[in-house]
Nanobody, 117 residues
């Protein structure tokens, strides 16, 4: 059974930092592209960042220079370091794993990030 479990969401003040984690089980982690998406009320889910099986990274323009995605294949865990958080970063953040060979997607349940003063 595949499971992606996100953690690390919290209430933080503007300018603060958080690190989200996505722990995967039931998949060959190193053979999956890992991505972080977010969704705010009334908005579509949007891609925040992704990291390939080989380590190549991609970021949404809105988070470039502030967020860093990484992965630890030994721990089957992906991370999203979020710095200089803004009000507009408030959202539920979801982790997605996409199998390199089959393109099958797996999603986590989401973790809430709220940026508020």
């Amino acid at each position: 059974q595949v499971q992606l479990v996100e953690s690390g969401g919290d209430l933080v003040q503007p300018g603060g930092s958080l690190r989200l984690s996505c722990a995967a089980s039931g998949i060959i982690f190193s053979s999956h592209v890992m991505s972080w998406y977010r969704q705010s009320p009334g908005k579509q889910r949007e891609l925040v960042a992704s990291i390939g099986a080989g380590g190549s990274v991609n970021y949404a323009d809105s988070v470039k220079g502030r967020f860093t995605i990484s992965r630890d294949n030994a721990k089957s865990t992906a991370y999203l370091q979020m710095n200089t958080l803004k009000f507009e970063d408030t959202a539920v953040y979801y982790c997605k794993a996409r199998a390199v060979f089959t393109q099958r997607d797996y999603w986590g349940q989401g973790t809430q990030v709220t940026v508020s003063s």
